[in-house]
């Protein structure tokens, strides 16, 4: 069934785009049918998942590599499924009413949404590491797409890449921690590791942190959430539902599921908690300060994350259970905040709290609703958010549980109280902002919203209220998850009323003096201006880009010299690295050693060799120095004869006869091209390029001469060649080598006269070509079949060599549209 | 300046080799060979040099059979006759110019190199209709009235695709090369002046 | 056992050497001319894989050892297939003189144009 | 047996010959042409399932036996390199059809096709090939076609990047032929499981030498750093069709010829610090070349450099896991190079160039354009749930159970440059594909799809589709995949097998 479902939203996101002609932005409501089914279908589970039995499916898909598509849906699971499809149905509702019909690319954006949400779904219920990564990457994928989805914005674009590399790059290391860990522990199914996790191999820390890593970056944690913030350009729904609701959740999820297994295993309590309240406050303070409602929730959701992943990471069965209890609270609160921003942006065209008055009064529904979801993000009762902050607290009462120790405990506490007082200060901030009265704000005028349009945040905000006033529902969740964790003092459930305690008392310490720092808006937002601003995240995101583009470019222009001679001189090089230096080592070392002085060594075998041997040298050498044309064919071709003697000498009649025919050949044909070109070879002034040039070649030329005189000598067996002439009576041939040729090793003949007929070929297709092409240009006709239609070719070869711009000019005019810019294979 | 625009059109006629549409170049005169007015290649008109050649040519050609044949047993074969066969031509170019060249071809180069690519593959392929390796050699000998015992063997047909193939080679380059670059040359000439000028 | 003549050990040497020289000349001509060297230099260092005896390959009926056919076999198949391609390297050689009036291997105009930016295009 | 091993180069031969005929005949030649890619799918796809298992499938060319005639030879890789090497043939030559039907492409299709089908047979024959000369030559008949083919549709700029492709092969392959005759020298055959027997018995350094000169002369043509500077240089150029093909497979089968020739012959020596360390440089400086450029190709030609680099990388583990995921990473990066290209092609279709300066909002333009395009990209940056993804982990997961700190290096290279690749690519999108197209691409494509080329474009959006689908299959059939390539890596380093099916058993 589970499976089912996600192949049902991988269909729908193939189904809708069409649909869109017909149905418009009411598409959406089509988009809602998968997840809306998978949240039933959950919830219908939900007594059996709760009571401790999960329920699994799998698909194998590279068995040999560990990589399965293993699904398990627990309690942990159940709660984000709640999450992930519930919110998404609502959100695919509201889009409806969101969205006009005539919004550009309406279709890609519900088919993508589909598929992220079938992406998450998939994130939050499986069962292995690679899948969990293939899920993982999905959403990370779809993210960037969603928040490029108004890509003429250049922001959008920046944002999307941003966005993009941060979490995908994180995600790399995460998939490295993921194969360390999987090895480790010997599978790669998470439960199993969870259940028997490995303890004693070094790499386990290493595999743990870049795991986590890969969370952070995910869950938006300081310093890596600087893609958050800017990722709200993208349309409010997709903020919604991506970016507070359940993407940014996946982190926090993954931490949440290993933490039963490793939160005791160092660096990861230490790790997860400093992250994490680090991102807490950072992510309030800044909420503090925004001006747009969407930066002022999105400001407000990173530190609800860095919350969330302190709650997470702590594995202690209160703060499990707290968790689970702010893991639904923040789902619902911040989607209907999300959600209400959508509204008042809709309908009054303006986000900035300092252009917003009245709405409140115009839209008190929608203002119920917002300040319900407020309320709960400021952890008030009876709502659930209340509930889950009272468990936090309860967590890191010094001495109530195990781990962390108290001293860290302390620490902690004081932290989350400076947090939720930062908290509860920007939720009032908001509810002011974007619903009271101003009086030095003119009042805009807008319509009020459909009622279909405010239905999803209410619905949503109502969920928050429910939980809150019935926590039993996300107690039985919590008490499942938590059940394997180490126990406190007495067993916690999440609930309204606790009696009188530590953690009531703070819970008013938070709301007053939340209320105090709401109340002193102005001397907070003055201090934070007059405060040094401390760098700012999304920098060192520059910087890094920056550097790898300097880096790009200056190792691009040094080695990508464009000079065919210096490529060859490096290939050259390479070989003389490679097994010239090699074969140097062994010389020296004495491992070989070259056969003078041995019985076998011989100057020549006779005096005639010699003769040919010096002919060839001085052939050679002249054609290499000469630098007239005729002169150094006429050297070329005694070379060539020189060679054909010497396989005569050699016993190679056939050789000789074939070169002979073949050099004749070659140099009729090098007089037939020979003829029409200057005289002299341009040369090079001599200096130190040409003199390494020759010690270049020298070397080369030297290594593979010393190479053959090695391998000659140490020949291991007698060549094969002894059964061609048993065989040969055989075949009733006479000549060896073209028994061979024909017969015994015909292939590669056969491949030869491939390749002569294919040069033949080459050489006609060449020639003929070029000379139409140039008729073509007497006429100074383009070609007339493309009067408009721009072929493959017609840019290149026009655009080409005309346009004579320099390369400093096409850099100027960039973008210039009137052609100027050159494009692929731009001329001289 | 010459562009090198690629400024081809896609089927508008065959590569320059097609038989029918022939572009200048092949339209040469079917006029006994020699007799044609046309300047050869290289330098002025030199009637020994075509007495020789019209003397040679078809004596090398014999012998380029005959190292064809012989291959087997002595120096030669398909590679060494074909390169002996196309310099008969190649000859025949240099004394005679390109028209006396296309006068005397048997057929177009491009088909000299499917026919022999063809004779090397059925040759290579045809055992393989028995489920025999590819290039198994099969012969078979036949008592003919004049010849008395003559062996055919499978190689020498497939030496006959070596051949062909090299002739078309050298044919196709010296018709590309030779042939066709003199004929630009003489159509650049009647438009130098207008290039010199763009230089 | 079967080592050449240390002369012609020379021999392949300079010829690879100025092959190699040659292939670094921007003249296109002339690295058809190295191309040309350096088939032959292999060639003959296949053909050297062989003892010198000048007994040619033919089962003839005399007495005496033949030369090792299967080098010759390789060298004359290599010998036609550069032979081939160097048909085309020159018909390309005529091509390029064609377009610019000389037979030089120019530089890439992409790289050169990547070689005179002195900051990153884009950074974002 | 025979008959399997003979079709994938003997059948595009004739083919080629028959098209070299058929000229004045393009319908007749592009049928014929696509007939015979078909059947080289068809048997290579019969030929896997024969090898797949871990038999080695041989035939004796001329009935001689091993050291004295030619072996053709397909293990599980060969038979795999040869299926997915001939599927993306067929497509891209669909492609090329469907782009001469719309007039799209003025490249020249009489004697396109004859030499495409040559170089179908020297991609084949040097993937079955189990001879060294034999290798050699099927690397040349590959090679005198792509030379050919680069020219095709000759610019200036092509003209210029043939000539840097052309001597850079031809350096290569006398190299190649010097290290035949050196091999020949030592140990006096040229069969690759003879030579692997023998060279045994030579002395350590002079394998060495041979070994490190092998890599050299494919480390060329695969354009391993720093012998890659060749490459960005011409394929880009080349018309989409080439460079498609080219980008897919050429680099490929050098890359195959470094694993065969690195496990088979040379088995026995470890140069794995070697491979490594140029792994590493490779992946690197690729990547870095690729952030850089500004051409969408260029971008996808630096990215093919620096993906070599993963290759190599899983050879130089010289592990089972290590050589499977090379197998994979192969497979998956064939599919996925030629994918690009063909999108490139399109762009340059309605754009009429691939520089990023001057392309905007291709999505608008033409949606179907950009999905053909993310679905690879994502393939290539390694993300999940594409192919790449499972090359990746393969090779990473290989890597860590490998150790040693020169392959953690490389894992972190590895890594490094999988987000270097994904910001390369993704920077093509985020420019060329998002924003407000350019007023001169909205009236092309106008012109486009009113125009006569409509058919054309249809059907060379539709193949590049049907690419892209190829790249899909890849993923969701990785499970088997990955069985084969762990049966091909168990093959390559315990050749016992293939030397036994080679020397002993003969003819079958």
Same mark, same amino acid.
């Given at each position: 069934?589970?499976?089912?479902?996600?192949?049902?939203?991988?269909?729908?996101?193939?189904?809708?785009?069409?649909?869109?002609?017909?149905?418009?932005?009411?598409?959406?409501?089509?988009?809602?049918?998968?997840?809306?089914?998978?949240?039933?279908?959950?919830?219908?589970?939900?007594?059996?998942?709760?009571?401790?039995?999960?329920?699994?499916?799998?698909?194998?898909?590279?068995?040999?590599?560990?990589?399965?598509?293993?699904?398990?849906?627990?309690?942990?699971?159940?709660?984000?499924?709640?999450?992930?499809?519930?919110?998404?149905?609502?959100?695919?509702?509201?889009?409806?009413?969101?969205?006009?019909?005539?919004?550009?690319?309406?279709?890609?954006?519900?088919?993508?949404?589909?598929?992220?949400?079938?992406?998450?779904?998939?994130?939050?219920?499986?069962?292995?590491?690679?899948?969990?990564?293939?899920?993982?990457?999905?959403?990370?994928?779809?993210?960037?797409?969603?928040?490029?989805?108004?890509?003429?914005?250049?922001?959008?674009?920046?944002?999307?890449?941003?966005?993009?590399?941060?979490?995908?790059?994180?995600?790399?290391?995460?998939?490295?921690?993921?194969?360390?860990?999987?090895?480790?522990?010997?599978?790669?199914?998470?439960?199993?590791?969870?259940?028997?996790?490995?303890?004693?191999?070094?790499?386990?820390?290493?595999?743990?942190?870049?795991?986590?890593?890969?969370?952070?970056?995910?869950?938006?944690?300081?310093?890596?959430?600087?893609?958050?913030?800017?990722?709200?350009?993208?349309?409010?729904?997709?903020?919604?539902?991506?970016?507070?609701?359940?993407?940014?959740?996946?982190?926090?999820?993954?931490?949440?599921?290993?933490?039963?297994?490793?939160?005791?295993?160092?660096?990861?309590?230490?790790?997860?908690?400093?992250?994490?309240?680090?991102?807490?406050?950072?992510?309030?303070?800044?909420?503090?300060?925004?001006?747009?409602?969407?930066?002022?929730?999105?400001?407000?959701?990173?530190?609800?994350?860095?919350?969330?992943?302190?709650?997470?990471?702590?594995?202690?069965?209160?703060?499990?259970?707290?968790?689970?209890?702010?893991?639904?609270?923040?789902?619902?609160?911040?989607?209907?905040?999300?959600?209400?921003?959508?509204?008042?942006?809709?309908?009054?065209?303006?986000?900035?709290?300092?252009?917003?008055?009245?709405?409140?009064?115009?839209?008190?529904?929608?203002?119920?609703?917002?300040?319900?979801?407020?309320?709960?993000?400021?952890?008030?009762?009876?709502?659930?958010?209340?509930?889950?902050?009272?468990?936090?607290?309860?967590?890191?009462?010094?001495?109530?549980?195990?781990?962390?120790?108290?001293?860290?405990?302390?620490?902690?506490?004081?932290?989350?109280?400076?947090?939720?007082?930062?908290?509860?200060?920007?939720?009032?901030?908001?509810?002011?902002?974007?619903?009271?009265?101003?009086?030095?704000?003119?009042?805009?005028?807008?319509?009020?919203?459909?009622?279909?349009?405010?239905?999803?945040?209410?619905?949503?905000?109502?969920?928050?209220?429910?939980?809150?006033?019935?926590?039993?529902?996300?107690?039985?969740?919590?008490?499942?998850?938590?059940?394997?964790?180490?126990?406190?003092?007495?067993?916690?459930?999440?609930?309204?009323?606790?009696?009188?305690?530590?953690?009531?008392?703070?819970?008013?310490?938070?709301?007053?003096?939340?209320?105090?720092?709401?109340?002193?808006?102005?001397?907070?937002?003055?201090?934070?201006?007059?405060?040094?601003?401390?760098?700012?995240?999304?920098?060192?995101?520059?910087?890094?880009?920056?550097?790898?583009?300097?880096?790009?470019?200056?190792?691009?222009?040094?080695?990508?010299?464009?000079?065919?001679?210096?490529?060859?001189?490096?290939?050259?090089?390479?070989?003389?690295?490679?097994?010239?230096?090699?074969?140097?080592?062994?010389?020296?070392?004495?491992?070989?050693?070259?056969?003078?002085?041995?019985?076998?060594?011989?100057?020549?075998?006779?005096?005639?060799?010699?003769?040919?041997?010096?002919?060839?040298?001085?052939?050679?050498?002249?054609?290499?120095?000469?630098?007239?044309?005729?002169?150094?064919?006429?050297?070329?071709?005694?070379?060539?004869?020189?060679?054909?003697?010497?396989?005569?000498?050699?016993?190679?009649?056939?050789?000789?006869?074939?070169?002979?025919?073949?050099?004749?050949?070659?140099?009729?044909?090098?007089?037939?091209?020979?003829?029409?070109?200057?005289?002299?070879?341009?040369?090079?002034?001599?200096?130190?390029?040409?003199?390494?040039?020759?010690?270049?070649?020298?070397?080369?030329?030297?290594?593979?001469?010393?190479?053959?005189?090695?391998?000659?000598?140490?020949?291991?067996?007698?060549?094969?060649?002894?059964?061609?002439?048993?065989?040969?009576?055989?075949?009733?041939?006479?000549?060896?080598?073209?028994?061979?040729?024909?017969?015994?090793?015909?292939?590669?003949?056969?491949?030869?006269?491939?390749?002569?007929?294919?040069?033949?070929?080459?050489?006609?297709?060449?020639?003929?070509?070029?000379?139409?092409?140039?008729?073509?240009?007497?006429?100074?006709?383009?070609?007339?079949?493309?009067?408009?239609?721009?072929?493959?070719?017609?840019?290149?070869?026009?655009?080409?060599?005309?346009?004579?711009?320099?390369?400093?000019?096409?850099?100027?005019?960039?973008?210039?549209?009137?052609?100027?810019?050159?494009?692929?294979?731009?001329?001289? | 300046?010459?562009?090198?625009?690629?400024?081809?059109?896609?089927?508008?006629?065959?590569?320059?080799?097609?038989?029918?549409?022939?572009?200048?170049?092949?339209?040469?005169?079917?006029?006994?060979?020699?007799?044609?007015?046309?300047?050869?290649?290289?330098?002025?008109?030199?009637?020994?040099?075509?007495?020789?050649?019209?003397?040679?040519?078809?004596?090398?050609?014999?012998?380029?059979?005959?190292?064809?044949?012989?291959?087997?047993?002595?120096?030669?074969?398909?590679?060494?006759?074909?390169?002996?066969?196309?310099?008969?031509?190649?000859?025949?170019?240099?004394?005679?110019?390109?028209?006396?060249?296309?006068?005397?071809?048997?057929?177009?180069?491009?088909?000299?190199?499917?026919?022999?690519?063809?004779?090397?593959?059925?040759?290579?392929?045809?055992?393989?209709?028995?489920?025999?390796?590819?290039?198994?050699?099969?012969?078979?000998?036949?008592?003919?009235?004049?010849?008395?015992?003559?062996?055919?063997?499978?190689?020498?047909?497939?030496?006959?695709?070596?051949?062909?193939?090299?002739?078309?080679?050298?044919?196709?380059?010296?018709?590309?090369?030779?042939?066709?670059?003199?004929?630009?040359?003489?159509?650049?000439?009647?438009?130098?002046?207008?290039?010199?000028?763009?230089? | 056992?079967?080592?050449?003549?240390?002369?012609?050990?020379?021999?392949?040497?300079?010829?690879?050497?100025?092959?190699?020289?040659?292939?670094?000349?921007?003249?296109?001509?002339?690295?058809?001319?190295?191309?040309?060297?350096?088939?032959? /230099?292999?060639? =003959?260092?296949?053909?050297? &894989?062989?003892?010198?005896?000048? %007994?040619?390959?033919?089962?003839?009926?005399?007495? !005496?050892?033949?030369?090792?056919?299967?080098?010759?076999?390789?060298?004359?198949? /290599?010998?036609? =297939?550069?032979?081939?391609? &160097?048909?085309?390297?020159?018909? %390309?050689?005529?091509?390029?003189?064609?377009?610019? !009036?000389?037979?030089?291997?120019?530089?890439?105009?992409?790289?050169?144009?990547?070689?005179?930016?002195?900051?990153?295009?884009?950074?974002? | 047996?025979?008959?399997?091993?003979?079709?994938?180069?003997?059948?595009?031969?004739?083919?080629?010959?028959?098209?070299?005929?058929?000229?004045?005949?393009?319908?007749?030649?592009?049928?014929?042409?696509?007939?015979?890619?078909?059947?080289?799918?068809?048997?290579?796809?019969?030929?896997?399932?024969?090898?797949?298992?871990?038999?080695?499938?041989?035939?004796?060319?001329?009935?001689?036996?091993?050291?004295?005639?030619?072996?053709?030879?397909?293990?599980?890789?060969?038979?795999?390199?040869?299926?997915?090497?001939?599927?993306?043939?067929?497509?891209?030559?669909?492609?090329?059809?469907?782009?001469?039907?719309?007039?799209?492409?003025?490249?020249?299709?009489?004697?396109?096709?004859?030499?495409?089908?040559?170089?179908?047979?020297?991609?084949?024959?040097?993937?079955?090939?189990?001879?060294?000369?034999?290798?050699?030559?099927?690397?040349?008949?590959?090679?005198?076609?792509?030379?050919?083919?680069?020219?095709?549709?000759?610019?200036?700029?092509?003209?210029?990047?043939?000539?840097?492709?052309?001597?850079?092969?031809?350096?290569?392959?006398?190299?190649?032929?010097?290290?035949?005759?050196?091999?020949?020298?030592?140990?006096?055959?040229?069969?690759?499981?003879?030579?692997?027997?023998?060279?045994?018995?030579?002395?350590?350094?002079?394998?060495?030498?041979?070994?490190?000169?092998?890599?050299?002369?494919?480390?060329?043509?695969?354009?391993?750093?720093?012998?890659?500077?060749?490459?960005?240089?011409?394929?880009?150029?080349?018309?989409?069709?080439?460079?498609?093909?080219?980008?897919?497979?050429?680099?490929?089968?050098?890359?195959?010829?470094?694993?065969?020739?690195?496990?088979?012959?040379?088995?026995?020596?470890?140069?794995?610090?070697?491979?490594?360390?140029?792994?590493?440089?490779?992946?690197?400086?690729?990547?870095?070349?690729?952030?850089?450029?500004?051409?969408?190709?260029?971008?996808?030609?630096?990215?093919?450099?620096?993906?070599?680099?993963?290759?190599?990388?899983?050879?130089?583990?010289?592990?089972?896991?290590?050589?499977?995921?090379?197998?994979?990473?192969?497979?998956?990066?064939?599919?996925?190079?030629?994918?690009?290209?063909?999108?490139?092609?399109?762009?340059?279709?309605?754009?009429?160039?691939?520089?990023?300066?001057?392309?905007?909002?291709?999505?608008?333009?033409?949606?179907?354009?950009?999905?053909?395009?993310?679905?690879?990209?994502?393939?290539?940056?390694?993300?999940?749930?594409?192919?790449?993804?499972?090359?990746?982990?393969?090779?990473?997961?290989?890597?860590?159970?490998?150790?040693?700190?020169?392959?953690?290096?490389?894992?972190?290279?590895?890594?490094?440059?999988?987000?270097?690749?994904?910001?390369?690519?993704?920077?093509?999108?985020?420019?060329?594909?998002?924003?407000?197209?350019?007023?001169?691409?909205?009236?092309?494509?106008?012109?486009?799809?009113?125009?006569?080329?409509?058919?054309?474009?249809?059907?060379?959006?539709?193949?590049?589709?049907?690419?892209?689908?190829?790249?899909?299959?890849?993923?969701?059939?990785?499970?088997?995949?990955?069985?084969?390539?762990?049966?091909?890596?168990?093959?390559?380093?315990?050749?016992?097998?293939?030397?036994?099916?080679?020397?002993?058993?003969?003819?079958?």
């Amino acid at each position: 069934m589970l499976i089912f479902a996600l192949v049902l939203h991988a269909a729908f996101a193939v189904l809708l785009p069409p649909l869109v002609r017909v149905l418009g932005a009411r598409v959406f409501f089509v988009a809602s049918l998968p997840p809306a089914l998978a949240v039933l279908w959950a919830l219908s589970q939900a007594p059996r998942i709760v009571s401790g039995r999960p329920i699994s499916a799998s698909v194998a898909w590279v068995p040999a590599l560990d990589i399965s598509l293993d699904f398990r849906v627990d309690a942990l699971a159940l709660a984000m499924v709640v999450l992930v499809s519930g919110i998404g149905a609502a959100i695919f509702c509201y889009s409806v009413g969101y969205f006009h019909a005539d919004e550009r690319g309406i279709g890609r954006l519900a088919s993508v949404m589909v598929l992220f949400s079938g992406a998450m779904l998939g994130v939050v219920t499986t069962d292995n590491l690679f899948a969990l990564y293939v899920f993982w990457e999905l959403t990370s994928v779809t993210s960037f797409l969603l928040i490029g989805h108004d890509d003429r914005k250049e922001q959008a674009r920046r944002a999307a890449l941003q966005a993009l590399v941060t979490t995908v790059g994180t995600g790399l290391f995460m998939l490295v921690g993921f194969i360390l860990l999987g090895g480790i522990g010997g599978t790669f199914r998470i439960s199993e590791l969870v259940a028997d996790p490995p303890t004693d191999s070094p790499w386990l820390p290493v595999a743990l942190v870049l795991i986590l890593v890969g969370a952070f970056a995910k869950s938006a944690q300081a310093p890596l959430h600087f893609w958050l913030p800017a990722a709200m350009v993208a349309p409010t729904p997709i903020s919604a539902y991506l970016h507070a609701a359940t993407m940014v959740k996946g982190g926090v999820y993954l931490v949440a599921r290993l933490a039963p297994g490793f939160a005791d295993v160092d660096p990861w309590r230490a790790l997860v908690l400093t992250v994490g309240l680090a991102t807490m406050l950072v992510g309030g303070w800044r909420a503090l300060r925004q001006d747009d409602l969407k930066l002022l929730l999105a400001y407000g959701t990173v530190s609800q994350l860095g919350f969330l992943i302190v709650l997470g990471g702590t594995g202690t069965q209160v703060a499990a259970a707290a968790m689970i209890g702010t893991l639904l609270a923040h789902g619902f609160f911040k989607s209907t905040l999300f959600l209400t921003v959508g509204v008042i942006d809709h309908q009054t065209g303006t986000r900035s709290i300092a252009a917003l008055t009245g709405i409140g009064r115009r839209m008190p529904v929608l203002a119920g609703a917002g300040a319900l979801a407020a309320a709960s993000m400021a952890g008030l009762p009876p709502l659930i958010g209340f509930v889950g902050k009272e468990a936090a607290l309860e967590a890191f009462l010094p001495g109530h549980v195990p781990a962390p120790s108290p001293a860290a405990a302390g620490v902690m506490l004081a932290g989350l109280v400076v947090g939720s007082i930062l908290t509860f200060a920007y939720s009032a901030r908001f509810v002011w902002g974007a619903f009271a009265d101003k009086e030095t704000v003119s009042e805009r005028r807008f319509q009020s919203p459909s009622w279909a349009f405010v239905t999803a945040p209410v619905l949503l905000s109502a969920a928050g209220l429910l939980l809150g006033v019935a926590p039993q529902a996300a107690d039985a969740v919590a008490q499942s998850y938590a059940a394997p964790l180490p126990v406190g003092d007495k067993p916690y459930h999440l609930a309204l009323w606790h009696g009188f305690g530590p953690t009531l008392g703070l819970t008013a310490l938070v709301i007053a003096a939340g209320a105090l720092l709401f109340a002193a808006r102005r001397t907070v937002e003055q201090a934070q201006k007059a405060l040094a601003r401390w760098p700012e995240a999304e920098l060192g995101y520059h910087l890094f880009v920056h550097a790898i583009y300097a880096a790009a470019l200056s190792v691009t222009r040094r080695l990508q010299s464009g000079s065919l001679s210096v490529y060859l001189g490096v290939i050259l090089a390479t070989m003389l690295a490679l097994p010239g230096v090699r074969l140097v080592a062994a010389l020296v070392n004495g491992d070989l050693r070259l056969p003078f002085g041995s019985e076998e060594f011989r100057i020549w075998d006779s005096p005639l060799e010699g003769v040919v041997a010096v002919v060839l040298i001085v052939a050679t050498i002249a054609v290499a120095r000469e630098h007239r044309r005729f002169p150094a064919l006429i050297m070329l071709g005694a070379l060539g004869f020189g060679v054909a003697g010497l396989f005569v000498l050699h016993g190679a009649p056939d050789l000789a006869l074939t070169l002979i025919l073949v050099e004749t050949l070659t140099m009729i044909i090098l007089v037939f091209v020979l003829r029409r070109l200057p005289s002299t070879f341009n040369v090079r002034p001599n200096g130190w390029t040409k003199r390494f040039t020759v010690l270049l070649c020298s070397a080369a030329g030297t290594f593979i001469a010393v190479t053959l005189w090695l391998m000659t000598d140490a020949r291991t067996a007698t060549p094969i060649s002894g059964g061609f002439a048993e065989r040969a009576e055989e075949v009733g041939g006479r000549n060896l080598v073209n028994v061979i040729l024909v017969d015994f090793r015909a292939l590669d003949t056969f491949g030869e006269i491939v390749v002569l007929a294919t040069a033949a070929v080459a050489v006609a297709s060449l020639v003929l070509l070029n000379r139409r092409s140039r008729v073509m240009e007497q006429n100074g006709a383009e070609t007339p079949e493309e009067n408009g239609a721009e072929t493959e070719d017609a840019k290149e070869g026009t655009a080409g060599p005309r346009a004579g711009i320099g390369t400093k000019e096409i850099l100027g005019n960039d973008l210039r549209p009137d052609g100027a810019h050159q494009p692929n294979e731009g001329g001289e | 300046m010459t562009t090198a625009d690629g400024a081809w059109r896609a089927g508008a006629d065959g590569d320059g080799q097609g038989d029918g549409a022939a572009p200048e170049g092949w339209e040469a005169p079917r006029e006994r060979w020699l007799s044609t007015v046309v300047r050869p290649a290289f330098g002025p008109r030199s009637v020994l040099l075509e007495i020789v050649a019209r003397l040679l040519i078809p004596a090398i050609l014999t012998f380029s059979v005959f190292l064809l044949l012989s291959g087997h047993d002595r120096p030669g074969g398909g590679f060494v006759g074909g390169l002996v066969a196309s310099m008969a031509y190649v000859l025949r170019y240099v004394a005679g110019g390109r028209h006396e060249l296309a006068a005397g071809l048997p057929m177009r180069p491009n088909g000299l190199l499917a026919l022999g690519l063809l004779v090397a593959c059925g040759t290579a392929g045809a055992p393989l209709l028995f489920g025999r390796p590819i290039l198994e050699t099969f012969s078979f000998s036949t008592v003919l009235p004049v010849f008395g015992t003559v062996k055919f063997a499978s190689f020498l047909l497939f030496d006959i695709g070596v051949f062909l193939i090299v002739v078309g080679l050298v044919l196709s380059v010296v018709a590309a090369l030779g042939a066709r670059m003199e004929a630009e040359e003489e159509e650049a000439r009647v438009r130098r002046p207008r290039r010199e000028g763009g230089r | 056992m079967s080592a050449p003549g240390f002369i012609l050990v020379i021999a392949v040497a300079v010829l690879y050497s100025s092959g190699f020289y040659l292939l670094l000349q921007r003249s296109l001509m002339r690295v058809v001319f190295g191309i040309t060297a350096l088939g032959h /230099a292999a060639n =003959i260092s296949l053909l050297l &894989t062989d003892e010198a005896i000048t %007994l040619p390959p033919l089962l003839t009926g005399h007495e !005496g050892e033949l030369s090792d056919p299967l080098p010759q076999a390789m060298t004359l198949t /290599a010998i036609v =297939i550069t032979f081939g391609v &160097t048909t085309f390297l020159l018909a %390309l050689a005529y091509r390029v003189w064609l377009g610019d !009036g000389n037979d030089e291997v120019p530089n890439d105009v992409e790289d050169r144009r990547i070689k005179q930016l002195s900051e990153p295009e884009d950074s974002a | 047996m025979n008959l399997l091993l003979v079709i994938p180069f003997l059948v595009p031969l004739v083919g080629a010959a028959v098209t070299l005929l058929l000229r004045r005949t393009p319908r007749a030649q592009q049928a014929a042409s696509v007939l015979v890619l078909a059947a080289v799918v068809v048997d290579a796809a019969l030929l896997l399932a024969k090898t797949a298992g871990g038999t080695v499938a041989t035939s004796q060319a001329g009935a001689w036996e091993a050291p004295l005639g030619i072996t053709i030879v397909a293990d599980a890789l060969s038979a795999l390199l040869v299926l997915v090497s001939s599927v993306v043939l067929l497509v891209v030559l669909l492609y090329a059809i469907g782009q001469d039907i719309g007039g799209l492409s003025r490249a020249m299709p009489q004697v396109f096709h004859p030499i495409y089908l040559v170089l179908t047979a020297g991609v084949c024959l040097s993937f079955l090939a189990g001879d060294l000369f034999n290798l050699f030559v099927g690397f040349e008949v590959m090679l005198t076609a792509s030379y050919a083919l680069i020219t095709q549709a000759p610019t200036r700029a092509r003209v210029r990047a043939s000539m840097i492709y052309t001597v850079v092969s031809l350096t290569s392959s006398i190299l190649f032929l010097t290290g035949v005759a050196l091999v020949y020298g030592l140990t006096g055959t040229v069969n690759m499981a003879d030579i692997a027997e023998k060279l045994g018995a030579a002395p350590e350094e002079l394998r060495m030498v041979l070994a490190l000169l092998f890599l050299v002369v494919f480390g060329i043509k695969s354009a391993l750093v720093p012998m890659h500077f060749w490459l960005p240089d011409s394929y880009p150029v080349a018309i989409t069709r080439i460079s498609a093909i080219f980008a897919a497979l050429l680099t490929k089968v050098a890359v195959y010829a470094i694993i065969r020739s690195q496990t088979l012959l040379f088995g026995r020596d470890d140069i794995s610090a070697v491979l490594l360390w140029m792994a590493i440089a490779t992946m690197i400086v690729g990547i870095l070349g690729a952030l850089v450029q500004d051409d969408i190709n260029r971008v996808v030609a630096f990215t093919l450099v620096s993906h070599i680099g993963y290759m190599i990388f899983g050879l130089g583990l010289n592990t089972v896991a290590g050589i499977a995921g090379v197998v994979i990473y192969l497979v998956h990066h064939i599919v996925v190079q030629a994918s690009l290209f063909l999108v490139n092609g399109l762009i340059r279709q309605y754009v009429g160039h691939t520089s990023l300066r001057a392309v905007r909002g291709l999505t608008t333009v033409s949606p179907a354009l950009a999905l053909f395009f993310l679905l690879p990209a994502m393939s290539l940056a390694g993300l999940p749930p594409m192919s790449g993804f499972v090359a990746k982990v393969a090779l990473f997961k290989a890597g860590i159970e490998a150790g040693g700190w020169l392959v953690y290096l490389g894992v972190v290279a590895g890594v490094l440059t999988s987000l270097l690749t994904l910001m390369a690519i993704f920077r093509i999108w985020v420019r060329g594909f998002w924003g407000t197209p350019m007023p001169d691409m909205v009236e092309a494509r106008a012109q486009l799809r009113s125009g006569s080329s409509r058919a054309g474009l249809r059907f060379t959006t539709a193949m590049t589709g049907v690419m892209v689908g190829v790249g899909i299959t890849v993923a969701v059939m990785a499970g088997p995949l990955t069985d084969i390539a762990f049966t091909a890596a168990r093959e390559l380093l315990d050749p016992s097998a293939y030397i036994d099916a080679v020397l002993q058993k003969g003819p079958s």
